[in-house]
C-alpha cells in the first residue's frame, strides 16, 4: 500500500508558489544560497522553463486548487506563497488561494507556510489598515482588500498550519543590492522600503532561522 501524504517523510525542503515572479524567483534564490532544495510551483511550466536547475524542480499547480496544491506539495517540510495573478479579480483569487493552501498543504502533512503579504494591509492604528484610509485610492483598494481577506483565513485555519504572514513596505525596490539585514516588527507598518533581496532574506528565515514566528502577521523592513 502506498503510503498517504500526510505519512510520507519530507524530500524536499521547500516548494514556493507563486514562483515565476520576482519575489518567488529572489526567494529560490535566496532558498539556493543556503542549501534548501526547492520546488517552484507556477500554473505554467512552459513560460517558466528557465526556473528549473539544480536543487530546483518545476512542477505545474493551479494555487486555487486544493487537490493540485496536495499533489504539488506532497513530500516537501515547509511552503511559502508569492502568488499573484492579473487574470482574476484579487478579492476572488487572494481567498481562493487562501482555502486552497489550507486544505491542501493539510492533505499533504505540510505544517509550515510562509505567505507574502503586501503593506497596505499593515496597520496604522489598531484595528486600522492602511487600506482602511478614506484617501486610500480606490482603484488598489480591492487589491488590498483581498490580501486582507486572506490573512483572515489564515487566522481562521487549523492550528495544525503553523503559518505566518511576511509583509513588506509599499516601497520593494526590486534592483538594490540586498544588505543581509532587516528589521521585524508586528502588524504595524515599520518602515518605507525593503529591497527584494532583504525581503527574501526575511522569508528564508522564517522557514529556517531561530527567530521564527508562528500564526501572525509580521512587517519587515530595512
Known amino acids: 500500500m502506498n503510503p498517504t501524504p500526510a505519512t510520507t517523510a ?9 514562483a515565476g515572479g520576482q519575489v518567488g524567483r529572489a526567494v529560490i534564490a535566496e532558498a539556493r544560497r543556503r542549501g534548501l532544495t526547492v520546488t517552484a510551483a507556477v500554473r505554467t511550466p512552459e513560460r517558466h522553463a528557465d526556473l528549473a ?28 506563497s508569492t502568488v499573484y495573478t492579473p487574470d482574476v479579480p484579487a478579492g476572488d483569487f487572494y481567498p481562493a488561494a487562501a482555502r486552497a493552501l489550507v486544505t491542501g498543504l493539510a492533505t499533504a502533512g505540510v505544517h509550515r507556510l510562509v505567505h507574502v503579504g503586501i503593506g497596505t494591509t499593515l496597520e496604522t492604528a489598531p484595528g486600522i489598515a492602511v487600506h482602511d484610509d478614506p484617501a486610500f485610492p480606490e482603484a488598489h483598494r480591492a487589491f488590498s482588500l483581498g490580501h486582507a481577506a486572506a ?15 511576511v509583509t513588506p513596505p ?33 522569508v528564508t528565515d522564517q522557514l529556517t532561522g531561530p ?6 502577521q509580521i512587517a519587515v523592513a530595512a
Open 53 to 80: 536547475g539544480p536543487g530546483i524542480t518545476l512542477v505545474p499547480c493551479d494555487v486555487t486548487d486544493p487537490a493540485a496544491v496536495a499533489t504539488a506539495a506532497h513530500g516537501h517540510a515547509a511552503a511559502v
Open 211 to 216: 527567530a521564527t514566528r508562528h500564526r501572525e
Open 10 to 18: 519530507a524530500t524536499t525542503d521547500v516548494i514556493v508558489f507563486g
Open 151 to 165: 490573512v483572515d483565513l489564515l487566522r481562521d485555519a487549523p492550528t495544525t498550519l503553523d503559518w505566518v504572514v
Open 170 to 202: 509599499l516601497d520593494l525596490d526590486r534592483t538594490a543590492p540586498g544588505t543581509g539585514h532587516y528589521r521585524v516588527g508586528g502588524p504595524q507598518v515599520l518602515g518605507e522600503r525593503i529591497a527584494q533581496a532583504d525581503l527574501a532574506t526575511a
